[in-house]
Nanobody, 131 residues
Framework: QVQLVESGGGLVQAGGSLRLSCAASGLTFSTYAMAWFRQAPGKEREFVAAITGSGRSTHYTDSVKGRFTISRDNAKNSVYLQMNRLKPDDTAMYYC????????????????????????WGQGTQVTVSS
């Protein structure tokens, strides 16, 4: 049974930093792409960042480029999202997700920016940025 468990959310002032973690179990972690999405109240779930199984390819939504960094440690079955220079607009529930439809891909695909591509989701961790 695949499980994804996020942690690291919290309340931070604008300009601050947080590091989110997602621990995975029940899958051959290093094989599959992982992603972070977020969802604010009343809004659709939004792609934030994705990373291939090897970690060699990443992709970000424009609004977080230069501020957020996605990474993974396959030895620990974990994926991370380092968030710097946070803004109030970053306030949302953050979810990690696993796409097991492809294995050992070289690059993040356009399809992997869409939530429907992903097979497994964590329960989310809340990030709140105060102004």
């Amino acid at each position: 049974q695949v499980q994804l468990v996020e942690s690291g959310g919290g309340l931070v002032q604008a300009g601050g930093s947080l590091r989110l973690s997602c621990a995975a179990s029940g899958l051959t972690f290093s094989t599959y792409a992982m992603a972070w999405f977020r969802q604010a109240p009343g809004k659709e779930r939004e792609f934030v960042a994705a990373i291939t199984g090897s970690g060699r390819s990443t992709h970000y939504t424009d609004s977080v480029k230069g501020r957020f960094t996605i990474s993974r440690d396959n030895a620990k079955n974990s994926v991370y999202l380092q968030m710097n220079r946070l803004k109030p607009d970053d306030t949302a529930m953050y979810y990690c997700a696993a796409d097991i439809s492809q294995s050992s891909q070289l690059y993040v695909t356009v399809g992997q920016t869409r939530p429907e591509t992903y097979d497994y989701w964590g329960q989310g961790t809340q990030v709140t940025v105060s102004s």
